[in-house]
């Protein structure tokens, strides 16, 4: 398997997980698996895909069920060593106090070389900087986090992840704030970086471009999960989505598109 | 290796922030000098030297000192000054640890409640006569105040496991003003027959004139080992800068290590409240000024934050004998005079700022 940059895929299993806030269970018996390809987690706002990723990153512990990456209990390691497998890109409100872009992107070699240590070892120096050119934000290296556009920090971001080398990568809404070359690009180079990733996308025909395999999310529940095109049906997407959609086939690149509309506004 | 040529190595940035360290050393020691060669009895500069000299090298240098001077500068200003130094760093450095673990630059000891947690607990000491009033006690007592606050503010403004800077604000300022009363009732309660009054009233304004060598050992001790711990954690008190959701994903333990933060912070503020009172501000200003001069990463900014501190108290305290000549203000009057409009200025900011 691909190992670019060092990182080789590992197999991500979410094992019948439930997610409990405050006493009410947020999402209920979640199981998916990711290995060595790029999984879409789809679902409408408030469906629990951020819910199902927290779990995964060590945000928030499921009240029952496992979390497996690399063969590891994620919620039975050390945070440090899941960070060592796992990697993600998540919305996290501003800050007031700033870091410059390769502060922030060398924050992701925290869970390698030891505890105490903050002197930056040439392999941490390496990294960066890769994971900075790859992401394309090596220009930015000595800019404010502040002084960045919403796209730019979401790809500084993305170079943080990858500075920490992970061979699971999830990715809460990574296209946020992209214009649409650089959605595609990004969703392009989480392609080929050849690590397993599971990504939750607003956008259904980036999500049937781009990823392997969709899960969808309803209500805390998974109501479908297969390829784009299994997965994405009229039916499923009236029930799930509310909307009305036809499949089509894109002319330029030859992939499986949707066609939607309100239904307000359908022609027929 | 010049994988990526623009990544330009910080070379520039860490070169500066080198010379910011190397001129706030010699700041300080000039500052110490000035301090200790200004007071009721003016001794010249020259004549301090020669006496610090005299006492710490080996061999023996003659002194142009009386033995009057010597005995007012050894026994009396250069604790002084030093517990200056020592304290102003303390407070910087917790300063600037509690903001970033909270994530608002308005988090200060004094503004969290943590210097009022620790007043308490060695003015009880003081007032109540529990215990031996040692200066090992005192320092034990107030850290156990100042961590009893910080727990207590960080329990309220938790909610579902999860903390807000908003109401970890909230909370400590209603944390601060309770224990300020609980604080001006022992007092006053104390006040009739007259024990210990004169000494809690210095610490309820923030002086350091009651230095002497003995308050500064464990202070000092603090000071060192927490400032090395905190730099060598300074990559994770970056990744708490992003916010917990990245920080959790880094590898990092958000709530464990806010409580460790939060331990560190009282242990080094209940130390020096419990010599010099509730002095408040420091830890706000220096931090916010440092981070405006060499940038947000840690590994620079609890350091030159400790050297800014150190440095601002020691002026602050040669002004606080210099106003009102020949007596000499509480020097925690002048740095709320100079601290609390600053705090209004940055409040006055962030919420035009976001929310
Ligand atoms: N800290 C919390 N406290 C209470 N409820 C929460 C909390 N976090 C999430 N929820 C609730 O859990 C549900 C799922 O939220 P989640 O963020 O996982 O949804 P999502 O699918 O990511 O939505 P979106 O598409 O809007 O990002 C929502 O109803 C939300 O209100
Ligand atoms: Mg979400």
Not at chain 1, 13 to 27: F, L, N, P, S, W
Not at chain 1, 109 to 114: D, L, N
Not at chain 1, 123 to 139: H, K
Not at chain 1, 215 to 220: A, D, R, T
Request: proline share 5%.
């Amino acid at each position: 398997m691909s190992t670019q940059g060092g990182m080789e895929a590992a197999a991500l299993y979410v094992d019948k997980i439930t997610v409990e806030i405050a006493g009410r269970t947020i999402v209920e018996e979640i199981s998916l698996s990711a290995e060595r390809n790029v999984v879409g987690l789809i679902g409408p706002n408030g469906s629990g895909k951020s819910t199902v990723l927290r779990a995964i990153y060590r945000m928030l512990r499921p009240a029952s069920g496992r979390v497996l990456a690399a063969d590891r209990d994620v919620w039975k390691s050390r945070p440090r060593e899941a960070a060592r497998v796992t990697a993600a890109v998540v919305q996290d409100g501003p800050s007031d106090l700033e870091l410059t872009v390769a502060e922030c992107v060398a924050t992701g070699r925290i869970a390698h070389g030891p505890l105490f240590g903050s002197s930056v070892q040439p392999e941490d120096t390496l990294a960066i900087e890769r994971a900075m050119m790859r992401a394309g934000v090596n220009d930015l290296a000595n800019r404010d986090m502040s002084s960045l556009s919403g796209g730019e920090r979401q790809r500084v971001q993305l170079a943080r992840a990858l500075a920490q080398e992970p061979r699971i990568l999830v990715l809460d809404e990574p296209t946020n704030h992209l214009d649409i070359r650089h959605q595609l690009e990004l969703m392009t180079l989480v392609r080929t970086l050849g690590v397993t990733t599971l990504v939750t996308l607003h956008d259904l025909n980036l999500a049937a471009a781009y990823c392997d395999r969709l899960v969808i999310l309803s209500k805390g529940q998974v109501v479908a999960s297969g390829t784009p095109g299994e997965t994405l049906t009229p039916d499923l997407l009236l029930k799930v989505f509310g909307i009305r959609a036809q499949s089509i086939t894109n002319p330029l690149t030859g992939r499986m598109q949707l066609a939607y509309g309100h239904e307000t506004e359908l022609k027929s | 290796m010049t994988l990526v040529p623009n990544m330009a190595p910080p070379t520039n940035g860490t070169v500066r922030r080198r010379n910011t360290i190397v001129v706030l050393m010699i700041a300080c020691a000039v500052a110490v000098v000035l301090s200790v060669s200004t007071g009721s009895v003016p001794i010249a500069p020259n004549r301090v030297l020669s006496v610090i000299a005299e006492h710490i090298l080996p061999w023996s240098v003659s002194t142009a000192a009386t033995d009057v001077e010597t005995r007012i500068i050894w026994e009396f200003r250069l604790p002084r000054a030093l517990l200056g130094l020592i304290v102003g760093a303390s407070l910087a450095v917790a300063g600037a640890v509690l903001q970033s673990v909270v994530r608002n630059p308005l988090a200060d000891p004094f503004v969290f409640g943590i210097s009022s947690g620790a007043s308490v607990a060695a003015v009880a000491m003081l007032t109540l006569g529990i215990g031996v009033l040692t200066t090992v006690t005192v320092p034990i007592a107030a850290f156990g105040g100042a961590l009893a606050a910080t727990l207590t503010v960080f329990l309220l403004a938790q909610r579902r496991g999860r903390v807000t800077p908003g109401r970890l604000i909230l909370a400590g300022v209603a944390m601060s003003y309770l224990l300020s009363s609980v604080t001006s009732y022992l007092v006053l309660r104390a006040s009739a027959p007259g024990q210990g009054v004169s000494q809690v009233l210095s610490w309820l304004s923030g002086s350091l004139a009651a230095a002497d060598w003995d308050d500064l050992g464990i202070p000092a001790l603090v000071l060192g080992v927490a400032t090395l711990v905190l730099v060598l954690l300074s990559r994770i008190l970056n990744a708490l800068l992003i916010g917990d959701e990245t920080a959790a994903s880094l590898g990092v333990d958000v709530g464990h290590f806010r409580l460790v933060m939060f331990i560190i912070t009282s242990l080094l503020v209940g130390v020096v409240v419990a010599v010099s009172g509730a002095i408040g501000f420091v830890g706000l200003v220096v931090p916010h000024a440092v981070r405006m001069f060499v940038g947000s990463d840690h590994r620079w900014v609890l350091p030159i934050s400790a050297l800014a501190g150190g440095l601002l108290l020691v002026v602050v305290d040669i002004a606080a004998r210099l106003i009102i000549a020949p007596s000499e203000l509480p020097v925690g009057l002048l740095t709320a005079a100079i601290g609390a409009p600053f705090f209004l200025w940055m409040l006055k900011r962030s919420s035009r700022g976001e929310a």
